[in-house]
């Protein structure tokens, strides 16, 4: 079956500009997570939807939102860019139950400049 | 305050040499402990979890309340397990499912 799929795969923006990412998940898999990976802060927890609803929510500025859709796909956004920002973010799929696998999509890539 | 810990960055073994891989945790409560593991230009995937209890490709986890410690081990390495290994939390609410707490990495590498 296919695997998450993550759009667009690299993408450079400049400062105070906005970006959308977009996730296809698993089919059958109704939760879906993002996670922003920079080599000096690792893996980091933005949020989880789980049937269109956020279950959960990381540490991260208002800057960052995010959304489900009725089939599961998910799409995050970052308003007001800021160089830190610069990072790779990875969005994970599941069947959403307790101990469950999530399954990793490739990530995107953003730069900020 | 939730957080894993994997003290070491960089784990170098020789072909055949025994690994552990260290991971400790700070939760309050009863966690779930994960390992994933991203080798080369792949995916981030599961390696193993401790609910599982199971052997996979040769690795082992046990959880240590005591300890509060999810240690790797793989009694004789081999090269096709380098790659970069990731520990990870999630809380014990159901809740929590998709929500993972990940320590910093530790590249494992296997030499010749």
């Known amino acids: 079956k296919a695997g998450v799929t993550q759009t667009p795969r690299y993408l450079i923006k400049t400062r105070g500009q906005q970006v959308t990412l977009s996730c296809s998940p698993i089919s059958g898999h109704r939760s879906v997570s993002w996670y922003q990976q920079t080599p000096g802060q690792g893996l980091q927890f933005l949020f989880e939807?789980?049937?269109?609803?956020?279950?959960n929510k990381g540490n991260f500025p208002g800057r960052f939102s995010g959304r489900q859709f009725s089939n599961s796909r998910s799409e995050m956004n970052v308003s007001t860019l800021e160089l830190g920002d610069s990072a790779l973010y990875l969005c994970?799929?599941?069947?959403?139950?307790?101990?469950?696998?999530?399954?990793f999509g490739e990530g995107s890539r953003l730069t900020v400049l | 305050a939730q957080r894993v810990t994997q003290p070491e960055k960089l784990l170098s073994v020789f072909k055949g040499a025994p690994v552990e891989l260290k991971c400790n945790y700070s939760y309050s409560g009863s966690p779930e402990l994960f390992w994933y593991v991203q080798y080369s230009r792949q995916r981030l995937q599961l390696l193993l979890r401790?609910?599982s209890r199971e052997s996979i490709k040769g690795f082992t986890a046990d959880l240590n309340k005591g300890e509060t410690s999810f240690h790797l081990k793989k009694p004789f390495a081999q090269e096709e397990d380098s790659a970069m290994y990731y520990c990870a939390l999630s809380g014990s609410g159901s809740g929590n499912t998709g929500k993972l707490i990940f320590g910093q990495g530790t590249t494992l590498q296997v030499k010749p």
């Open positions: 401790h609910i």
């Open positions: 994970a799929s599941s069947f959403g139950a307790k101990g469950g696998e999530l399954f």
């Open positions: 939807y789980f049937s269109e609803t956020q279950r």
